[in-house]
Every structure is written in structure tokens, then in C-alpha cells.
């Protein structure tokens, strides 16, 4: 319960001050895309590819500042309890180098809130941050 009085504040912050909401990139390409595939599928080794050498990862409160491996081996455990069924994303905004999405997953017979984060650099793509958290 208090991490959800945490997260709306931050949320609604990032939504005034990120910008019009994006459906797609200009030129067509949608980073989450991809992202929401193997979010679906509960493709760790896929997923892992867009992380970045280290990145900030949250899953059910426990987590940190990571290294690629470590967030990696914590999204993994995550998938063994919770196998995934289905990832939308509800909601992508965002400016220049960096973009975020707002979806659910349906994993293990519940629905999690996820909250991803990318920055970009030319065409390369990396997950900065990636938060799940149980709806209650």
C-alpha cells in the first residue's frame, strides 16, 4: 500500500513533464514492440538483450541498481513463479532520448503493473529501468 502512494506521485509526475503521448516513433518503429512480445512470452534471454550494463530493476519491491546478469537472473525468478499469459502496454510517453511505457501483465493468475524505461542513443535502444508491482 505505500509503495503505491510512492509510485502515483512519481507517475503523475513523469506524465506532466514527459510530454504528448506517443503511439509510435516518427519513421515507424516502436521500441516496445518487441519489448511487449517477450514481456509476453516470458523471454528473459530476449528481454535481457535491450537491458543496459547496469540498470535500476524493482520486481515486487526487491531490487536495485543491477548489473545486466543479476537483472536478468532477477526477472528469470520472477517468470518461474509467475509464468507469463499475456503484456500490454496501457500507456507510452516520452521525449528525445528517452521513453517510457505503463502496461499490465498477467502472470501466475494475477496482474502486475510494470513500468519500463528506455533512453536511446542513435538507433541502440537500452532499458534503464524496469519496475513490477502487484495491483491490488
Same mark, same amino acid.
Given at each position: 500500500?505505500? @509503495?503505491?502512494?510512492?509510485?502515483?506521485? !512519481?507517475?503523475?509526475?513523469? =506524465?506532466?513533464f514527459? %510530454?504528448?503521448?506517443? +503511439?509510435? #516513433?516518427?519513421?515507424?518503429?516502436?521500441?516496445?514492440?518487441?519489448?511487449?512480445?517477450?514481456?509476453?512470452?516470458?523471454?528473459?534471454?530476449s528481454? @535481457?538483450?535491450?537491458?543496459?550494463?547496469? !540498470?535500476?530493476i524493482?520486481? =515486487?519491491?526487491?531490487? %536495485?541498481n543491477?548489473s +545486466?546478469? #543479476?537483472?536478468k537472473?532477477?526477472?528469470?525468478t520472477?517468470f518461474e513463479?509467475?509464468?507469463?499469459?499475456?503484456?500490454?502496454?496501457?500507456?507510452?510517453?516520452?521525449?528525445?532520448?528517452m521513453?517510457?511505457?505503463?502496461?499490465?501483465l498477467?502472470?501466475? %493468475?494475477?496482474?502486475?503493473?510494470?513500468?519500463?524505461?528506455?533512453?536511446?542513443?542513435?538507433?541502440?535502444?537500452t532499458?534503464?529501468?524496469?519496475?513490477?508491482?502487484?495491483?491490488?
Open positions: 500500500m505505500t @509503495s503505491h502512494r510512492i509510485v502515483f506521485p !512519481l507517475f503523475l509526475a513523469l =506524465l506532466l514527459s %510530454g504528448p503521448r506517443l +503511439r509510435a #516513433q516518427s519513421g515507424g518503429y516502436d521500441v516496445f514492440v518487441p519489448i511487449t512480445k517477450y514481456m509476453s512470452q516470458g523471454d528473459v534471454e528481454i @535481457s538483450a535491450w537491458y543496459a550494463k547496469n !540498470l535500476d524493482t520486481v =515486487l519491491n526487491q531490487g %536495485g543491477s +545486466r546478469q #543479476q537483472a537472473q532477477i526477472l528469470k520472477f513463479t509467475y509464468t507469463p499469459r499475456s503484456f500490454k502496454v496501457n500507456y507510452t510517453a516520452g521525449r528525445a532520448n521513453k517510457y511505457a505503463v502496461g499490465t498477467n502472470a501466475g %493468475g494475477e496482474i502486475f503493473l510494470v513500468t519500463i524505461f528506455v533512453s536511446s542513443k542513435g538507433d541502440t535502444y532499458i534503464q529501468q524496469m519496475k513490477i508491482e502487484r495491483v491490488q
